[in-house]
């Protein structure tokens, strides 16, 4: 099939797949006057894969297949792998007005994940890897966009899934039952990013497993629309209202999440990458953790550029801009931006070796993440600060096309000297958008909460601590 088109892609989506959406059952989620925004903002991968300008980025020369594909499902082998796969997600986000497409990023992420893994077990890990690594020739074949299913709904988060004190068992997807052609599956993913109008799921745990919770330690790829999988879709406040002066390319200003249900969901073996093997759940978890993360720090590049830019702005529209205190405040977004930036690309170049796949620094990759969540809200902060009371007081743009108000808006919410009015109420506008309290939750706790990169970087900095702790004890000529 090689390389699908954007439009292949939104055509392909017609499939019969079950997706409810603020309340209604959609019949094709491509032209449903809501969620076709979603389905645009994922299309920028591929339309960037048909671009000339894009080629080096977001295409690989497949020597065994003998023809270019993603480079999302590329088996990186270098640290300079790793950067341009960075740099291929920071401009699809540019592309996508801050919105990262989703198309393949996050699903590779989990590829990666399950291929470290059977790479680490023995026996078993032989068949998971002869199969992992064919479902990788199917999408490099197919061009297929795929997500990952990870966090589960957990029901009691202080009992295990296996725990019999839990109101029922299928909090966690589990295996119901094995036979000669398969698993049959059961539970729901919740917080699934575009899933909705992708094309396939990884399915993967999302928490360390004991040998109680085998059932609960499975791993598995599964089409959208197979038989048991329904949807419930929480939209993203993303899409420019009528109160809002309009803009263009509106339509590619959102992603939604899901709640996926699996309803006694059968998977064939050829598509099973972990079935029962709890001790090696971690090892999944742990490997996508690392490289979603990553995922995650390149999509906030552009985020974080565009907070300095509205920082910048508004305190330009508002006449402030020499300031001291304001410079200082700019100063902040700067340093926020180029940490964020150094550190992400310092994880992909100072790589480490997972069986075999270079994988960003785990350090240095949960360093990025903590720093970009511990300290968005303060980046926010700043930005509402210099845009003042008017961002949620003044009127909106039915006001300013009304003629009985809008020459009183005209006059008194103008900023500066030679400032049209309507450019400061358009950023203000903006900054709305952008500082909203869904994308201030998904910047908190996407890709792991702050307090989980925390207990990351504890763990891979034990060499680290132990060395510095050897430094000053020589210092101090103590012996042991």
């Avoid at 919740?190 to 745990?205: D, K, S």
């Avoid at 899409?239 to 309803?263: A, G």
């Avoid at 970087?457 to 430094?471: F, N, V, Y």
Wanted: net charge negative; glycine share 6%.
């Amino acid at each position: 099939m090689g390389l699908m088109t954007a439009q292949e892609y939104k055509d392909s989506l017609n499939d019969g797949r079950i997706v409810y959406y603020k309340g209604r059952k959609i019949e094709n989620v491509a032209t449903d006057p809501d969620l076709k925004a979603c389905v645009e903002t994922l299309a920028v991968d591929y339309e960037m894969a048909h671009d000339p300008q894009y080629k080096d980025l977001a295409l690989v020369y497949d020597e065994e297949l003998g023809e270019y594909i993603s480079r999302y499902y590329y088996t990186p082998r270098t640290g300079e792998d790793l950067l341009k796969q960075l740099e291929l997600i920071i401009k699809a986000t540019e592309l996508g007005d801050g919105y990262i497409p989703l198309a393949h990023d996050i699903g590779a992420d989990a590829l990666n994940a399950i291929a470290i893994t059977a790479r680490s077990m023995k026996d078993a890990g032989k068949v998971y890897l002869e199969r992992i690594e064919n479902f990788r020739t199917y999408l490099k074949k197919t061009d297929k966009c795929i997500v990952a299913g990870v966090t589960d709904v957990k029901g009691d988060r202080s009992l295990r899934p296996s725990d019999p004190k839990q109101n029922h068992p299928d909090f966690n997807v589990r295996i119901v039952e094995k036979n000669d052609k398969g698993i049959i599956v059961r539970g729901a993913k919740v917080h699934i990013t575009g899933a909705a109008y992708a094309h396939e799921f990884f399915v993967i745990p999302c928490r360390a497993m004991t040998d109680a919770d085998a059932d609960y330690a499975v791993a598995f790829a599964i089409q959208a629309n197979a038989k048991g999988i329904r949807q419930i879709v929480r939209p993203f406040h993303g899409r420019i209202s009528d109160m809002e002066f309009p803009v263009k390319r509106e339509l590619r200003r959102m992603h939604t999440d899901s709640l996926i249900i699996f309803d006694d969901v059968f998977v064939p073996w050829e598509r099973v990458f972990l079935c029962g093997e709890s001790k090696f759940a971690a090892s999944i978890v742990y490997n996508f953790a690392l490289m979603h993360r990553r995922t995650g720090c390149a999509y906030r590049i552009p985020l974080s550029e565009q907070l300095l830019g509205a920082a910048v702005a508004i305190a330009d529209y508002n006449g402030v801009a020499d300031a001291p205190h304001v410079k200082e405040k700019i100063t902040e977004c700067v340093i926020y931006l180029e940490t964020l930036s150094a550190l992400s690309r310092s994880a992909c170049l100072d790589f480490v070796d997972h069986a075999g796949i270079p994988v960003p620094n785990p350090m240095t990759t949960n360093i990025a993440k903590y720093h970009f969540a511990h300290n968005y809200h303060k980046i926010v902060e700043i930005v509402q600060d210099l845009a003042g009371g008017l961002l949620v007081t003044a009127p909106t743009y039915q006001d300013w096309c009304n003629p009985e108000t809008h020459d009183d808006i005209e006059k008194y919410l103008g900023g500066k000297a030679g400032l049209p009015t309507e450019t400061r109420l358009r950023m203000f506008d903006l900054i709305r958008r952008m500082t909203s309290a869904d994308l201030e939750t998904i910047c908190l706790h996407g890709e792991g909460s702050p307090y989980a990169e925390r207990m990351t970087i504890l763990m891979e900095a034990r060499g680290l601590i132990k060395k510095c702790k050897q430094i000053v004890e020589d210092l101090a000529a103590i012996k042991k």
